[in-house]
């Protein structure tokens, strides 16, 4: 019999991770150049864009919070200049909100931006992050001189711990850039894992030395377009499962490094591949056209399912370099996207037989279709497919119900 106590924290500990986490993260837009007035606006808008009852819980400051200096009894502490009210301010004011608070660490001595990182200091910083009310903590690679020495499961493991024995319920999110293939382990003590190098703020294009597939490893600093993160999930969105997500990175949607379809392309995937939705770019100004693609519920919907299963690639009916489809089941229907990525307007073909575990959904062929970027239900369909005019780089997501 386990005590009462535990079996509430446990059930507690379940649930946050249950389904892939929402919110906003400073680094893209802001990289080490933040403070505390752009935290509290960026949650403000949050509430006021609708985005907090969208989903979009967590509000994360990425690196540059931190003073050069750990403190004189050895915690790590806000710069005072920049968060004037420090990180348990901050917390205060986003909790009054009904949000979350995100903070990030590093696994090294140093973090990227050469502030002290925790190694050594695990249990100290787990608890200094629980007293100040932290809810979540994205832990990095950098500044490692043990990196060579000290595996990452052996130094993303401790701060896993610490966080456990820190006494409040902190998130765990590994950024460790997909090193030795965390969704093989990740999920011993972590609640979510980066499984690449970083994302970059464009649909096709990466920076040089990024690799295509999940099995080979990125080469300096990353800069992982749109497609090629999509492409490297065809190995592991099969790994998804909840309480351990493989994180995408962050969303680049109201970057305006997109355009319409491309960014309803990218914001598909993230949600039926199960990757965490974390917006990057700068909310208190973004266009109506991506803020509508962010908050559009049916692909929400998608992401939160109950039954935690990421689409898997079809290459039955893909077209290496042209479509790519992608299928999968959700508590009570099924999700198909279908990508254009070749250089023409293109028409499609699906055949419903060919969609892997379809038959387990609706014993009848006889299935009804709708179209979710399209706001329309398709009607009725027995056997095949037929979609006109799929525009470059747009994605046509269908749910099918029986
Ligand atoms: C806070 O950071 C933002 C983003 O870098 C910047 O635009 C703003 O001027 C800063 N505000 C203060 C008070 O430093
Ligand atoms: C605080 O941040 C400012 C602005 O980035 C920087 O100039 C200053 O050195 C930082 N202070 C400490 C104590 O790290
Ligand atoms: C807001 O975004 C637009 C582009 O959509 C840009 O031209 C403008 O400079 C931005 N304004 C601020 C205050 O950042
Ligand atoms: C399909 O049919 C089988 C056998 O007739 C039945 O056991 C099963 O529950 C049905 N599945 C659905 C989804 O209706």
Redesign the pocket.
């Known amino acids: 019999m386990i005590p009462l106590l535990f079996q509430v924290l446990f059930i507690a500990g379940v649930e946050a991770a249950s389904k892939p986490q929402m919110g906003w993260n400073s680094w893209n837009t802001f990289k080490a150049k933040i403070n505390e007035s752009l935290i509290k606006d960026t949650a403000a808008a949050l509430v006021k864009l609708g985005l907090a009852d969208a989903g979009y819980e967590y509000v994360m400051i990425d690196a540059g919070w931190q003073a050069h200096t750990r403190a004189e009894n050895g915690q790590q502490q806000a710069n005072v200049s920049t968060f004037p009210s420090g990180i348990k301010g901050v917390a205060d004011h986003v909790h009054d909100l009904g949000l979350k608070l995100g903070i990030y660490s590093d696994s090294g001595i140093y973090d990227c931006d050469f502030h002290p990182g925790s190694w050594g200091y695990e249990e100290l910083d787990a608890y200094t992050y629980a007293s100040w009310g932290v809810d979540y903590l994205k832990y990095d690679n950098c500044g490692g001189f043990q990196a060579g020495t000290i595996s990452s499961q052996e130094r993303f493991q401790k701060m896993g711990q610490a966080l456990k024995e820190s006494g409040r319920e902190i998130f765990y999110a590994l950024c460790q850039w997909g090193h030795q293939f965390p969704w093989y382990w990740a999920d011993q003590i972590a609640d979510s894992y980066r499984m690449s190098g970083d994302i970059y703020a464009s649909f096709a294009s990466d920076k040089s030395g990024v690799c295509q597939t999940a099995y080979c490893l990125n080469t300096g600093y990353a800069g992982v377009s749109v497609l090629t993160m999509i492409r490297k999930m065809r190995e592991i969105s099969p790994f998804q499962k909840p309480g351990s997500w493989a994180d995408m990175d962050m969303l680049e949607i109201g970057t305006n490094t997109m355009n319409e379809f491309e960014e309803q392309t990218h914001f598909s995937f993230w949600a039926a591949l199960k990757s965490p939705l974390i917006i990057g770019a700068d909310i208190t100004n973004i266009s109506e056209s991506s803020l509508a693609i962010l908050l559009n519920k049916e692909v929400i919907a998608i992401s939160q399912d109950e039954l935690g299963v990421a689409a898997a690639y079809i290459p039955d009916q893909s077209t290496e370099g042209s479509i790519q489809v992608w299928g999968g089941p959700l508590s009570h229907q099924y999700v198909v996207l279908v990508l254009n990525y070749g250089k023409e307007t293109a028409n499609v073909d699906l055949k419903l037989q060919n969609l892997p575990g379809l038959d387990?959904?609706?014993?009848s062929t006889d299935v009804k279709i709708r179209d979710v970027w399209g706001g329309k239900d398709l009607g009725k369909f027995t056997e095949d497919i037929h979609l006109e005019d799929v525009a470059v780089h747009q994605t046509k997501v269908l749910l099918i119900s029986?």
């Open positions: 387990q959904l609706c014993n029986c």
